[in-house]
């Protein structure tokens, strides 16, 4: 029986030890496989499938030889799952960017595709979609729909190989009920990829359904449930039917919802876990009450140039899905809300910056950080009127451990910091203020979008190479947990590899002597 399980059966062909590169060895293979389906659509549809058949065989070829090759690493410490996710990241950017080069475009253009592709933020270079192969364009939203399971993996596969994961699964799922969760990680992640493949598929045939178009309804279904907002579309979803855009929104918020609720619901058959979760009725009012106060200040802009109250129906459905859009950091768009007033794009910022629910595909801060946050300045004034009394920060009649609250604060800091050094380097390349904020906080949120010259309907093609890649940087650093990747700039990280890199070699050197 021992020899018929799957991982001591693999570990018969290994010969190194190395989690890093085991790790690395099967994404290579997985997107060598991915490489396959828009390749086989090429040849369908008679585009050249080149792009994609070329590399998917090598890569195939050599990441299963690196899988078979080495077995996991005998000791491992915090260090290791760090450069594990470094890995997992870039070579999932570096990889996702060949069908861009072998089509044509430049390496820095192809890279950005590819990373705005997997970190799910759906900002582009590209000027017009319909100039580039269907298949291309597939691979696009492939890339971000991959990007919402890689979060998964990250988060409850790798980390808890290091004792991390437990910590970061429940700030991921603040607030979502969690606490008492006890599925094992490894299991949480099948499950939770499960949830997520579904709730694709059922997107996928409504929008069939409703008549639109195979790749258009493939493409949204992969890049509304991610958040990733990824169309073959020069202008999102304006000119849309009403119902298409009602199911987009509709999975736009199922996306940026906690997918332990999601997990909740189907594995109980029982739709009351969402009525009874707090977070959530929390975050349906705060889209309500923005689409309002968005609705007015639109109103206002728009009675300017004679807007008729007859109207007023057609404006408010475009104001709530903007809310949900850019709250749910989707970044979709059914108007260009780059021409509004100072005050409407300011509320979309705030929008931008708190995302939706922690544990989501969504970016930004995270709706139940905010919550926490808010719980904690409350208490402080409470201190202040009775400087004895001790309170502790409460979610849903819970209480939150103080490093929690630590972290949430710490978090919300790193976001602030790295958004005003983003915008202060935009500004000083000579961009104006509006484009460097949009650009700025579209790339931290994983939103995709700005304002000004770089909003919906606009690209990042004008932008200089070096801009560029401050804004992968910036896209990456917001598709991760932010404390995470801004510790791989931090010497005490780099002394710990080099550590970590010699004991791994003293530990070798006996085990070979023995």
């Known amino acids: 029986m021992a020899f018929l399980n799957k991982d001591r059966l693999i ?42 058949f070329y590399p998917a065989i090598p890569l195939i070829t050599t990441g299963t030889v690196l899988f078979l090759l080495f077995s996991a690493s005998d000791s491992l410490r915090t ?4 450069i594990m996710i470094a890995v997992t990241w870039f070579a999932m950017f570096f990889v996702g960017s060949i069908p861009y080069l072998m089509v044509g475009m430049t390496p820095v253009n192809a890279l950005f595709e590819s990373v705005n592709g997997f970190t799910t933020s759906g900002s582009t270079t590209v000027d017009s979609v319909f100039y580039w192969p269907e298949s291309l364009m597939l691979w696009r939203a492939m890339t971000a729909w991959l990007g919402g399971i890689a979060i998964v993996i990250i988060f409850i596969y790798i980390l808890p190989l290091f004792g991390m994961g437990r910590i970061f699964f429940n700030n991921e799922l603040e607030g979502s009920g969690s606490s008492n969760y006890s599925m094992k990680l490894q299991t949480a992640a099948s499950s939770f990829i499960t949830v997520y493949v579904v709730l694709t598929v059922i997107n996928f045939v409504l929008l069939m359904l409703l008549n639109a178009p195979f790749l258009d309804s493939l493409c949204m279904s992969l890049t509304t449930i991610s958040t990733g907002g990824i169309l073959i579309s020069d202008t999102s979803l ?56 968005l609705f007015i200040f639109r109103v206002g802009d728009l009675s300017s140039i004679g807007l008729h109250p007859e109207n007023y129906l057609t404006e408010y459905w475009d104001t709530l899905f903007t809310v949900v859009s850019i709250g749910t950091t989707t970044g979709l768009a059914v108007y260009d809300f780059t021409q509004s007033s100072e005050i409407v794009i300011a509320i979309l910022i705030v929008l931008m910056m708190i995302g939706a629910s922690a544990g989501s595909t969504s970016g930004g801060i995270k709706f139940s950080r905010i919550r926490i946050i808010i719980g904690f300045f ?25 490093s929690r609250v630590i972290g949430a604060v710490s978090t919300v800091l790193l976001y602030m910091i790295t958004v005003v050094i983003g915008i202060i380097i935009l500004m000083s390349a000579g961009l104006e203020w509006v484009d460097a904020i949009g650009l700025a906080i579209g790339s931290v949120t994983n939103t995709g979008v700005g304002f000004g010259n770089y909003g919906p309907l606009g690209n990042y093609d004008s932008l200089g190479e070096p801009l560029k890649i401050v804004l992968m940087f910036l896209m990456w650093i917001g598709r991760l947990e932010i404390s995470i990747a ?29």
Do not use: C
């Open 486 to 514: 801004l510790v791989f700039f931090t010497p005490s990280f780099w002394r710990e590899v080099k550590y970590s890199f010699r004991s791994s070699r003293k530990y070798r050197k006996v085990r070979n002597d023995q």
């Open 238 to 293: 304006i000119g849309t039917t009403w119902s298409i855009q009602l199911v987009t929104m509709i999975f736009m918020f199922i996306g940026g919802t906690n997918f332990y609720l999601h997990f909740k619901a189907i594995s109980t058959r029982s739709f009351k876990i969402y009525l009874r979760n707090k977070e959530l009725r929390n975050l349906i009012i705060y889209f309500f009450l923005a689409s309002i106060i």
């Open 378 to 402: 409350r208490n402080s004034l409470l201190n202040i009127l009775h400087p004895n009394a001790v309170y502790s920060v409460k979610v849903d009649n819970e209480d939150v451990p103080d």
């Open 79 to 82: 260090v290791n799952g760090l």
């Open 11 to 52: 570990d018969r062909f290994a010969v190194y030890r190395s989690t890093e590169m085991r790790l690395l060895g099967g994404i290579l293979a997985i997107l060598g496989l991915m490489f396959l389906v828009p390749g086989t659509y090429a040849l369908i549809f008679n585009e050249n499938p080149d792009p994609f």
